[in-house]
């Protein structure tokens, strides 16, 4: 079966980023940019569905500006067999993304598509779950396990209070969660091998989808920041404040 | 403006993240609905129906929503969400799961984890783990919107007496099966809404000590968190990460012992009133937003603790 996997590049997850003077966004100058963590384990996830010798194409797709090609030529690195960008202007909003897939994979037809459950720049969670639902196909986000018997998949997942297992028949979707496996990293020579296979470009009008603003971006600001309090040299010392200071307890 | 609230619930009780839900529809301002979708839930939309400022029940009753899949409870809320102004979820995994289905099926953009209410059309939420905060404005008629709890207070569960309205079942079989459900049963307080928090990390060690981040909860009748790491090492369960990832906690006091302070955990946390750091690094970067911070071995604090409670 044909798995396809969305990957999304986005700020590295331990720089800390800084809002720009003019409150306009946050600012990307310069800042180190990689594969979102959840779609490196949705990349990981198909990998391993091709390497117990279930999947057996993995197709990577990202929906941004010529430089998310980076992060399809990692997820080539990783094991993709082949991977589309779809070129929009960058940051497009998740509805219109879902669009832009949903369109593309009425086109190429694979059994299972994995996404990440939130990309940690937008904190959004909600682009996999749109694409199923224009897919009108089944979901199960937020997965920490997953196995496949003949038609069925069977998906574990996190939720508030532990975790809920769901089947459902293919074509499916899956968002990631952090426990569903550990990615590996690229090797050299993968990542060699990986500047030989195909990258193709699409674009909205051949997918035949054309973008539309929902919400507007006002400002953004930089939260309120905490003051660090004072250090206590004592066990004792911290009980009296939470007593009689805080009076928290 | 109409606002249609999805209640969270188990078919038996009313979830409180609804009452903070309720809250920013209250901010929104206008009449407001809330919609129970369940099985055998009476019980819930009669709590629905008590809560102050709610205006009509609906009640949509069916062993098609018994685990409030997000497909067939999708389109049901679509369908109806079609004479609101609004829809609102809180932002737990039920509301992140199922609302964007619901946006998507309507034809717009779901804004998600709002944690003001500017005015009818622009809200705030965090981006970026917490590091900036958008304000958005949508364009779209109808506002698809998850409700992050810890920024609005509950509103009161009683004072209302609202009709309940049966709405008719979406009957469209589904490609997806509930199969089964592991929930943890403890008599702490809901880590999401607790007034006290306990959080473990990394340097508990392993799952055998983690036990004294339980004693200690147990000590103050608090919930239970912790870190990513804690949880991957498999000391303690998934539903108890705290971050920008796991459950947002704002409670009056967070413990944080044995945890560096990741900016992805401090996303989950640092809107907590009181905030103490307990751990044997002064270098540790929570000590930064730690209202009291003790340096010390955790194995020799915590017990020392648990005696002077
Ligand atoms: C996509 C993504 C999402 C993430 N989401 C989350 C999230 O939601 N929540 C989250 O928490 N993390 C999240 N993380 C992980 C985060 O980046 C950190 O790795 C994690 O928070 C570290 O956990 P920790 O503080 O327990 O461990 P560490 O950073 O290893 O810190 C352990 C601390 O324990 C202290 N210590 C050790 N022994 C003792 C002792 N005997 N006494 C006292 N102190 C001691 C050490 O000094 C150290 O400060 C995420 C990461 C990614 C990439
Ligand atoms: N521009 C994009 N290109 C490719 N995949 C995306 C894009 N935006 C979101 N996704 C996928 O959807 C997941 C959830 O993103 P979000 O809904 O934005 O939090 C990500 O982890 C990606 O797998």
Redesign the pocket.
């Known amino acids: 079966m044909k798995v396809l996997v969305t990957v999304k590049r986005v700020i590295d ?1 331990n720089v800390k980023v800084r809002v720009k003077a003019d409150h306009s966004d946050v600012d990307l100058a310069n800042v180190k940019m990689a594969m979102n ?2 779609c490196e384990i949705a990349v990981e996830a198909a990998i391993r569905l091709k390497e117990a010798g279930i999947a057996t194409e993995v197709v990577a797709v990202s929906v941004g500006s010529a430089s998310c090609q980076e992060q399809l030529r990692t997820a080539l690195a990783l094991g993709a067999d082949r991977a589309i960008q779809i070129d929009t202007p960058d940051n497009p909003e998740s509805l219109e993304v879902a669009k832009l897939l949903a369109a593309l994979i009425q086109a190429e037809q694979p059994s299972l598509v994995i996404t990440g459950k939130q990309a ?1 720049d937008t904190d959004n969670n909600q682009t996999g779950q749109m694409l199923a639902a224009l897919l009108d196909w089944p979901q199960a986000t937020f997965a920490s396990a997953i196995s496949l018997s003949g038609e069925q998949l069977e998906v574990t997942r996190e939720v508030d209070g532990g975790l809920q297992t769901l089947s459902l028949s293919l074509p499916a979707l899956v968002t990631t969660d ?1 426990r569903l496996n550990e990615p590996r990293y690229a090797s050299l020579p993968n990542i060699m091998k990986a500047k030989k296979k195909p990258l193709e470009v699409k674009t909205p009008a051949e997918l035949g989808v054309s973008l539309k603003a929902h919400t507007r971006l006002i400002k953004v600001e930089a939260p309120a920041e905490r003051q660090a309090g004072i250090k206590v040299d004592s066990v004792e010392a911290l009980v009296d404040k939470l007593r009689n200071q805080a009076r928290v307890i | 403006m109409s606002i249609l609230v999805i209640a969270e619930h188990d078919n038996r009780a009313l979830n409180s993240v609804t009452l903070n839900a309720l809250q920013a529809a209250k901010a929104i301002g206008g009449e407001i609905q809330v919609l129970v979708a369940g099985h055998h839930c009476q019980a819930v939309a009669e709590q629905a129906a008590a809560v102050a400022g709610v205006s009509k029940v609906l009640l949509a009753d069916s062993p098609a929503y018994e685990h409030r899949l997000a497909e067939p409870l999708s389109k049901l809320i679509a369908t109806l969400g079609k004479d609101y102004s609004h829809v609102l979820a809180p932002a737990s995994t039920s509301g992140k799961n199922l609302m964007p289905r619901v946006a998507a099926l309507l034809d717009v953009a779901q804004i998600s984890d709002i944690t003001a209410v500017l005015s009818s059309d622009t809200f705030q939420r965090p981006i970026y783990a917490g590091n900036a905060v958008a304000t958005v404005q949508s364009l779209d008629a109808i506002k698809v919107l998850t409700v992050r709890s810890t920024a609005f207070e509950a509103v009161a569960a009683s004072g209302g007496a609202a009709a309940v309205e049966a709405v008719t079942a979406s009957a469209v079989p589904e490609r997806s099966r509930f199969v089964s459900e592991a929930l943890a049963v403890s008599d702490r307080p809901n880590l999401g809404s607790a007034k006290v928090v306990v959080s473990g ?3 508990l ?1 392993s799952a055998e000590n983690f036990a004294l981040i339980e004693q200690l909860a147990d000590k103050l009748g608090a919930a239970v968190g ?5 949880v991957d090492a498999g000391f303690t369960a998934n539903d108890r ?6 459950t947002i906690v704002a409670p009056e006091l967070y413990l944080a ?9 401090l ?2 946390m640092k809107e907590s009133k009181i905030i103490v750091a ?4 002064p270098e ?1 970067p ?1 000590f930064q937003v730690a209202d009291y911070g003790l340096v ?4 020799e604090a915590v017990p020392e603790l648990m005696r002077q409670l």
């Open positions: 997850y963590p959840f940690i952090l | 990390g990394r340097g060690g912790a870190s990513r790491a804690a990460q705290v971050g920008q990832t796991g012992v044995g945890i560096s302070g990741a900016i992805q955990h996303a989950g307990i751990n044997k690094d540790a929570i010390a071995d955790l194995f």
